[in-house]
């Protein structure tokens, strides 16, 4: 029987079966690493839909994977037959294939968006977003209340506990789920750890290395081992495995690294070098009009070097991509965000550090992040393998030892599941009381849970049953002191105690500390009153071998019990709901089980919903002007990063604001409010009119990072847009969007 083809591709036996399965009318998970090939399973489904004259959405977790996906689409089924909603754009949004975030699924969803009616599939690209710590929850609640004739495919990296996730799917979705597993990649992947002293070398000889080292060398002041640079690094590959991605866990870093390469090196030929610089002139247009850090990119990519991170802006990041596709890039320093769903492969990866900082402390990387990340090195049909390279500070060895990652341990997707105000007014708006009950059993949290607790409770009874079962040198006396086995220990503990005692004299006797010994000694003497059993030594060998192993299974069994009263019960987040439901009605947002207009409000909004809501219904906005306004919604659940500075120049009067952020915290806590006041200065700047570089002076963000405030202030805008109904106010909202919706921070176009 001949291999299955598509559009002239011979299929790799797990997309022929994904293919069946789509085929055969199921949802479907696949799971496979990466580079192998998942995107033509999504490509055949999106293609069969659309011939069958239905609608199809692929959500993906990021806006730049969403751009790429719109992108591509386009160029496949014409620019009518795709439309991408994300919180930057809305474009064509009736057409068959909608791209868009899974937050905007969600958000469809959980408002039983009509428009869905149509939708006969929804694609989960990168579906193991559901671990995130911050964004987990969108992704469970999405496939929660997804409408059963919405069949499922989803994407992911190899996952640890797929059957488990294809499980809980299935089951609150009562549809068979078909998990299509791959654990080969077509290019093999070799992993070696880098030193000046060493060269390439895998873990195990590196750690040999080390110690034969630190033996034999005589004492000396100063490192035993060079210091080692991502020079060292690039200048022992360059000739053999470039292109590369070289992953840099800070942004200035990117940076000023690759500003060090190019200070050294040029991988381009003058044909190529004019490429480059014809399309910084294409996208950008006249120099003389260039921002610094677009001036500094030139400069670096004309010699085929790059840097890409958040701090980008989006033009910046198009163009250093288009590159890239392009083999115009040979090294590109990115931060991890560039791991993310975009098919960007290379022949190697390399880390500078496998250590990161997580928004609270340094910590390794984690399997699965590892993984992702060397998942790009290997380029099918070009590279025979790929190659991951991580730097390696041999004076560092012992004190901070480099991780031993292992794909086959790589850590299981867990419940991240949230509750907000927003699913609370949903959820009350759109189910029963009976309803929202069973939707928290579908949690993957509470699925989880109750296998984890089945898994116990199983573990638990096998446990008492050894310990019931006693050996055949388990006597009636075993679990009492006259077992010489118990007494004798108990015994000597106790002389040694009455010596104690008795050195304390009568003096100290009396003080507290003497009183409660002479309260543990007569309890014990009375423990020990009875005569012990005498017995043979070779028996009491063998009963203390044998006590022992039911120490250890007594043990067992309380740590069970503790874990199990640990484990959250089955109504967990159910009380949660009431709870603030409970919070909702002292707000006024919830009355008799009906929503009042402040919880219909806060129902379309998505961002700190209690603080907005509270401003709209407030007399705030009638006492600012249109800038500021956009500069007080600009401060709304920002999260400024480490050393972030602002000029202080004033912009609003944030009393009013404070009241009603107190007022909220009286009832719902110090958690419920987030808002920055120190980036208003920049929204409020733009939407008075003054230019990109001024504004860029009021602060020490990065471009992108202005960007991104502006943005998500437009998105923000027109979340209450589509939450009021006053007239005036839409027309006032319009406005604010307008001003800030321009120039460098208009949407690029798609």
């Not at 010596?499 to 409660?516: K, S």
């Not at 230019?691 to 805008?717: A, C, H, K, M, Y």
Request: neutral net charge; hydrophobic residues 40%.
């Amino acid at each position: 029987m001949s291999a299955r083809t598509y559009h002239g591709l011979t299929l790799d036996a797990f997309q022929e079966e994904a293919l069946d399965a789509i085929d055969a009318g199921k949802s479907v998970i696949v799971a496979a690493p990466t580079g192998t090939g998942k995107t033509l399973v999504a490509d055949y489904l999106v293609e069969k839909v659309m011939a069958d004259g239905r609608r199809i959405i692929y959500t993906a977790p990021i806006k730049a994977l969403s751009n790429q996906k719109f992108k591509d689409y386009k160029a496949l089924f014409g620019v009518e037959n795709v439309g991408i909603l994300t919180g930057d754009v809305v474009l064509n949004s009736e057409a068959p294939l909608l791209i868009m975030t899974t937050e905007i699924f969600r958000n469809q969803v959980i408002t039983n968006d009509p428009t869905l009616e149509s939708v006969s599939y929804i694609i989960f690209d990168e579906i193991h977003w559901l671990n995130d710590e911050e964004r987990g929850t969108v992704w469970e609640e999405s496939i929660i209340l997804a409408p059963p004739h919405m069949k499922l495919l989803g994407l992911s990296a190899t996952i640890a506990n797929a059957h488990q996730l294809v499980e809980w799917i299935g089951t609150i979705r009562q549809e068979d789920v078909a998990l299509i597993e791959e654990h080969r990649r077509i290019v093999p992947l070799e992993y070696y750890y880098f030193s000046k002293d060493t060269g390439l070398i895998t873990y195990d000889k590196l750690w040999k290395y080390y110690r034969q080292r630190i033996t034999s060398a005589p004492p000396q002041e100063g490192s035993l081992f060079a210091p080692t640079s991502h020079i060292d690094l690039i200048k022992v590959i360059q000739k053999q495995y470039l292109p590369a991605l070289y992953f840099v866990f800070s942004r200035k870093q990117c940076a000023d690294k690759a500003s060090e390469l190019a200070s050294l090196t040029n991988y381009l030929k003058p044909q190529e070098r004019k490429q480059v610089e014809d399309a910084f002139l294409d996208h950008f247009g006249p120099e003389e009009e260039w921002s610094a850090s677009t001036r500094l990119l030139r400069r670096l990519a004309v010699k085929g070097i790059a840097f890409h991170h958040a701090g980008l802006i989006p033009s910046q990041k198009v163009l250093v991509e288009e590159l890239f596709l392009k083999r115009l890039i040979h090294v590109l320093y990115c931060t991890e965000t560039f791991s993310v769903g975009i098919n960007y492969p290379v022949r190697s990866v390399c880390f500078d550090s496998l250590n990161k900082f997580d928004g609270r402390n340094f910590r390794s990387l984690a399997n699965h992040e590892f993984f992702q990340m060397s998942g790009r090195a290997g380029r099918r049909g070009l590279d025979e393998r790929g190659y991951s390279f991580a730097l390696v500070d041999l004076n560092y060895m012992e004190k901070s030892p480099p991780p031993r990652f292992n794909i086959n341990r790589l850590e299981p997707l867990t419940s991240q599941f949230k509750l907000s105000y927003n699913t609370v007014l949903n959820l009350q708006l759109t189910l029963t009381l009976e309803q929202i009950q069973i939707y928290f059993q579908k949690s993957f949290a509470a699925h989880s849970n109750l296998q984890i607790h089945g898994h116990l409770i199983a573990e638990l009874a096998q446990l008492e049953e050894q310990f019931g079962n006693k050996g055949e040198h388990v006597c009636k006396h075993a679990d009492s002191y006259t077992c010489p086995v118990r007494y004798l220990p108990k015994k000597t503990e106790l002389d040694r105690l009455k010596r104690a005692y008795h050195a304390l004299g009568p003096r100290r006797q009396n003080r507290v500390y003497g009183r409660e010994m002479a309260r543990k000694i007569k309890n014990w003497e009375k423990l020990l009153s009875q005569t012990p059993q005498k017995c043979p030594n070779s028996k009491l060998e063998l009963c203390e071998k044998e006590n022992k192993q039911r120490r250890k299974l007594q043990q067992s069994m309380v740590d069970i019990r503790k874990e199990l009263k640990t484990l959250p019960g089955q109504d967990y987040f159910f009380n949660e709901f009431q709870y603030k439901k409970n919070q909702l009605i002292q707000l006024g947002y919830i009355r008799d089980d009906e929503l009042l207009p402040r919880g219909e409000c806060a129902r379309h909004i998505y961002v700190q919903e209690l603080l907005v809501t509270e401003l709209i219904f407030s007399d705030v906005f009638d006492t600012l002007n249109d800038d500021q306004l956009n500069g007080l919604l600009s401060a709304i659940d920002f999260e400024s990063r480490k050393n972030d500075y602002f000029q202080r120049l004033p912009v609003l009067d944030w009393t009013p604001i404070q009241e009603l952020s107190r007022y909220i915290q009286s009832v719902c806590g110090t958690d419920s409010v987030r808002y920055d006041p120190r980036v208003s200065i920049i929204v409020y700047s733009w939407s008075q009119g003054l230019s990109f570089p001024e504004v860029q002076r009021l602060s020490n963000l990065d471009e992108g990072d202005i960007i991104s405030v502006i943005r998500r202030t437009i998105d923000l805008l027109r979340q209450m847009r589509d939450a009021i109904k006053e007239p005036a106010l839409l027309q006032r909202l319009k406005v604010c969007m307008d001003k800030l919706d321009r120039d460098e921070a208009a949407v690029l176009a798609l």
